[in-house]
């Protein structure tokens, strides 16, 4: 996956309604910004990848506990310059959870968010 198919995804992206308000600024950023897959691209903001971790049977969900915000979180991260989105969720997952054996359960976009992170130093 690339830039240009990513933009074409969320071209096409449903979604719930919700998730609406976050194509405009999200499509904006990947086409104005090119560094947009880097975590030094601070404002306003950088496209990361997460995945959210589930059995077989998908009964159960194995969560993160977030450190500095101390919440709850599914797993994703920073692309550190890869466009291939879905190969960042799958290492996100795998580096944080630790368990090397996943696979997607659908292909393509199943959630986009926008959410401000409190700096950490």
């Not at 240009?4 to 904006?28: R, S």
């Not at 971790?53 to 977030?66: C, E, G, P, R």
Request: glycine share 8%; charged share 25%.
């Amino acid at each position: 996956m690339t830039r240009d198919a990513l933009i074409a995804d969320l071209e096409t992206y449903q979604g719930e309604a919700e998730e609406h308000d976050f194509l405009a600024p999200m499509l904006h950023l990947l086409r104005t910004e090119p560094r947009c897959f880097y975590r030094d691209c601070c404002f306003p903001g950088h496209i990361t990848g997460s995945g959210l971790l589930m059995n077989k049977q998908s009964d159960k969900i194995l969560l993160n506990h977030h450190k500095i915000m101390n919440i709850w979180v599914g797993f994703g991260g920073h692309a550190d310059g890869d466009e291939n989105i879905a190969r960042v969720a799958q290492r996100e997952v795998i580096e944080e959870s630790g368990i090397e054996q996943v696979q997607f359960a659908l292909d393509g976009i199943w959630d986009i968010d926008i959410h401000p992170i409190p700096f950490n130093a």
